[in-house]
């Protein structure tokens, strides 16, 4: 029989969303995708105290900024990541440069040089950027300069309509923040037909592929197996170790479910946003107003977490 995980990856490109090698090891994805709070948990593993001591050596020797250790120590994370999956690495952009379009373009391009001075081509990395104004013209940019971006936090039609717009490659709508979201606030439970993080997703996705736009949809922020095995067929998917494992043990049949022959059928109207409308329609939708806000406090706060405890190691190394 074969599992469930092995009938997703001939239909969605799977990725893990985990900085824990050993799980991506185990379950062999395309890609894998870290930001802050992984990265931190990471970090904190016995597994990979030599990649934390070297790069708190390397700020010590050099009086680095505290912020430049936690840069390198990402970059050094992206680069295991690298030798071991076949596809793409995902590194984040600092969630307090969230607002900031010329920060995070610094930022960007010094996560590149890195990853190039160490022999990493920017096409095996992907930057990733919170989905918000500033955040999608950096997108814009640094597309251009043939650096791919991974727009994280998305969680509404505009954000996805005006990244397509800006030629990032790839989106990371969060199934179960949206999810989350909902429960709280109607008191509803629901399944995973009547999801509204799986229906999110099947919006933008359909969205895409009728009006032939490139950017890939990856979903991402899942909260149970139900929620995957209803975006079966998106283009990619971004799964935690947890999940991965329990699609690895079930040999039920998973069925397709997103295809792009049949998005044409329910697909919304072609947009093209400015500032102000993009504006407007996030503040419109007080769901994803929120969890954007949420999505990049919590970010935030486990980077300072992550510099605390660089700066912790490099003043009892120094």
């Not at 799980?23 to 934390?52: E, W």
């Not at 994370?77 to 030798?83: Q, T």
């Not at 010329?102 to 022999?119: F, H, M, T, V």
């Not at 405890?309 to 190394?317: E, G």
Request: charged content about 25%.
């Amino acid at each position: 029989m074969t599992s469930k995980l092995d009938q997703l990856k001939t239909m969605t490109t799977v990725v893990a969303d985990t900085g824990d090698m050993e799980a991506i090891g185990a379950f062999k994805p395309t890609d894998c995708t870290t930001n802050p709070t992984l990265i931190l948990k990471a970090a904190q593993m016995p597994a990979y105290k030599a990649i934390v001591d070297e790069a708190i050596e390397w700020g010590v020797s050099r009086k680095a900024l505290t912020s430049a250790v936690t840069d390198r120590l990402a970059v050094s994370f992206g680069a295991e990541l690298a030798r071991i999956v076949p596809g793409r690495v995902s590194t984040e952009v600092d969630a307090d440069l969230s607002f900031d379009t010329q920060g995070s373009l610094a930022k960007a391009r010094a996560l590149i040089a890195d990853y190039e001075a160490r022999g990493i081509g920017r096409e095996r990395i992907l930057i990733k950027l919170a989905a918000t104004w500033e955040g999608i013209r950096t997108a814009e940019v640094l597309q251009k300069e043939g650096v791919d971006c991974n727009m994280t936090l998305i969680f509404n039609l505009a954000q996805a309509a005006a990244c397509a717009d800006a030629g990032a490659f790839l989106i990371s709508p969060f199934v179960g923040r949206i999810y989350d979201w909902f429960v709280k606030n109607e008191g509803k439970s629901y399944t995973p037909e009547t999801d509204p993080g799986v229906l999110s997703v099947r919006n933008i996705y359909s969205y895409y592929k009728a009006h032939d736009i490139s950017t890939v949809v990856m979903g991402a922020s899942f909260r149970n197996l139900g929620q995957i095995e209803a975006l079966a067929g998106c283009d990619r998917l971004t799964i935690s170790p947890q999940l991965l494992d329990e699609l690895a043990k079930s040999e039920e049949t998973l069925a397709r479910r997103l295809d792009p022959a049949q998005a044409s059928v329910v697909a919304p109207a072609r947009m093209s946003l400015d500032e102000k409308a993009f504006r407007f329609m996030l503040n419109e939708d007080a769901m994803a107003t929120e969890k954007l806000a949420e999505g990049i406090r919590l970010f935030a706060r486990d980077l300072i977490h992550l510099r605390e405890l660089v700066s912790k190691k490099m003043n009892a190394a120094a």
